[in-house]
């Protein structure tokens, strides 16, 4: 039997499955931006989950059965997340790969703990998600308050005696981060000229910018999404600024260059090891690109969070939520990331953070440690 693949839309479309489809397979999911302005990210979380749950039905399939794919849309709003959290929760889901935002992460995971579904975030980097002692819970990604840092010790050594400003777009991702980095560089002894909000989906950044000329900024460090992002950019270009954004990890996607043009050239940004250079990803990243799919950014954390729910419910020969949380927790997991194993908390304990820089053909490379702008 083919997997099931049903989009949740609107604040979470019922999740219908049939008695007979739920005997025969095990019902998964994917949730996250499907649609909306993060839905370059909801495309590379659907791309790992469609690959991960391919390739396990293909080699024997989970306890017996094959695994049946769903998908839930938040579009980043953390109403609509709550709403699919609940409905993939009543649905029988064991497991969800979600979300993207940190604001719907949140959220989303106090319907799963309701519902006795285990929850690996591919992306979601607000320390909270993690702090709340929810036993259902872990993420394959890093926390803000270690990408923060990374960026402010970047910052502190490339930018030491320039103008920074921080900027962030009030949101939990957003903000978090913005608050991680400034908390860094303030300690590192660097003091920021300015430091200022906007609102996630504004258009016009233009007074913004005119503030950040008259205080002569240098480099301008922005807690948001790439879509504010590279609007931020391509206005400070049209006013003549020279002054470098960087940013966090929610800038991993070619959309960014898409919005910039040749504007994106020394745009910063960090993120993780680059995993499409991973010798345990190799084959992985060749079947993507066989199917014409580039597994950028959350990707292959998405493939990762499946490959380690389902080598813990073989182990555990259960999807039951404490059985296989307790069985994750105390292993380490062969993923295309390489070895992961988790904290009490639900935290990856191999964290490594590195800076990324943009050229003007709308392509990133890893700067090398210590090497300036």
């Not at 306890?63 to 709003?77: E, H, M, S, V, W």
């Not at 649905?91 to 979600?98: H, L, M, R």
């Not at 898409?258 to 250079?277: H, V, Y």
């Amino acid at each position: 039997m083919k997997p099931i693949r049903l989009l949740g839309l609107a604040f979470g479309a019922s999740i219908l499955l049939s008695t007979a489809a739920t005997a025969q397979t095990i019902p998964v999911a994917v949730a996250g931006p499907m649609t909306g302005s993060e839905s370059a990210f909801g495309r590379q979380m659907k791309n790992g989950a469609d690959l991960a749950v391919a390739d396990i039905n293909a080699a024997g399939g989970l306890l017996g059965k094959n695994l049946a794919l769903q998908i839930g849309d938040d579009a980043c709003d953390p109403k609509q997340a709550r709403s699919v959290a609940e409905k993939i929760a009543s649905s029988g889901v064991p497991f969800v790969a979600g979300h993207f935002c940190s604001s719907s992460s949140i959220p989303a995971s106090e319907a799963y703990a309701d519902g006795n579904v285990l929850q690996i975030t591919p992306a979601s980097t607000n320390p909270l998600f993690t702090e709340r002692k929810l036993t259902n819970v872990l993420r394959v990604c890093g926390r803000d308050d270690q990408q923060g840092v990374v960026a402010a010790q970047y910052i502190l050594k490339a930018y030491a005696g320039k103008n920074i400003a921080i900027l962030n777009d009030k949101t939990t991702y957003g903000k978090g981060l913005a608050d991680e980095m400034k908390k860094a560089l303030n300690a590192g002894g660097m003091q920021e000229k300015l430091f200022e909000s906007y609102n996630k989906g504004d258009k016009d950044f233009n007074s913004i910018v005119s503030r950040l000329k008259l205080a002569n900024i240098d480099l301008v460090y922005v807690g948001g999404y790439h879509q504010e992002a590279g609007l931020i950019v391509r206005q400070m270009r049209d006013q003549g600024l020279k002054t470098v954004l960087m940013a966090g990890d929610a800038m991993n996607d070619k959309e960014f260059a898409s919005i910039t043009g040749p504007a994106a050239e020394g745009t910063l940004f960090t993120f993780g090891p680059d995993p499409r250079n991973k010798p345990t990803a190799k084959a992985i990243v060749e079947k993507f690109k066989a199917k014409g799919i580039d597994p950028e950014g959350y990707t292959l954390y998405t493939y990762a969070a499946f490959q380690i729910w389902s080598q813990a419910a073989a182990k555990a020969n259960s999807t039951d939520t404490k059985k296989v949380m307790d069985i994750i927790k105390a292993g380490e997991w062969e993923t295309v990331l390489g070895k992961l194993s988790f904290d009490a908390k639900g935290d990856i304990k191999a964290l490594d953070y590195v800076v990324y820089k943009w050229d003007a053909k709308g392509n990133y490379a890893e700067i090398e440690p210590g090497k300036g702008t």
